[in-house]
């Protein structure tokens, strides 16, 4: 097997030597998709909202929102989330005090089904706001999560 391998791998260097040294292949750089970077960068929650334009997103009860009312432990807060919503293309969570207020935000595609499950890092008792995009339209579901240190209080 050591002597296939060493035989597959001299093959291999010994085809792409000459083009890369005559310059015909060359190295660049790779680039992740382009997105839009501002959201995340955001200071508010005002902001995030305005930067995504969902600032009048209306509420719903068809978004799915679990998450614990009281979190003993901010640095791992679980949550899962599912839309109703018919061809519902992004998922996006917001905590209003934390530092940075965008904490995730998930696009779908047609035939996906909306529904994600994770751990959040929260940095103090905030309002946490799930908002999803169908059909151009943006709607919205809000939970008060209280967070303590080991369970007894802030």
Request: proline share 7%; glycine share 10%.
């Amino acid at each position: 097997m050591e002597r296939r391998h060493f035989l597959r791998a001299f093959g291999s260097a010994a085809a792409l030597g000459p083009l890369l040294g005559s310059g015909l292949l060359r190295p660049g750089p790779v680039l992740a998709v382009d997105f839009n970077r501002a959201p995340f960068e955001a200071k508010t929650a005002a902001d995030v909202l305005r930067l995504t334009g969902t600032a009048a997103a209306e509420a719903t009860r068809d978004i799915f929102l679990k998450v614990p009312e009281v979190a003993e432990n901010g640095a791992s807060v679980p949550i899962e989330i599912s839309s109703n919503i018919p061809g519902t293309t992004r998922l996006a969570v917001i905590i209003d005090k934390n530092p940075l207020p965008l904490a995730l935000q998930f696009n779908f595609g047609p035939e996906a089904v909306p529904r994600l499950q994770t751990r959040l890092r929260m940095a103090e008792s905030s309002r946490l706001r799930v908002v999803a995009t169908a059909g151009g339209k943006h709607y919205t579901v809000f939970r008060d999560v209280k967070v303590t240190v080991g369970g007894c209080g802030e």
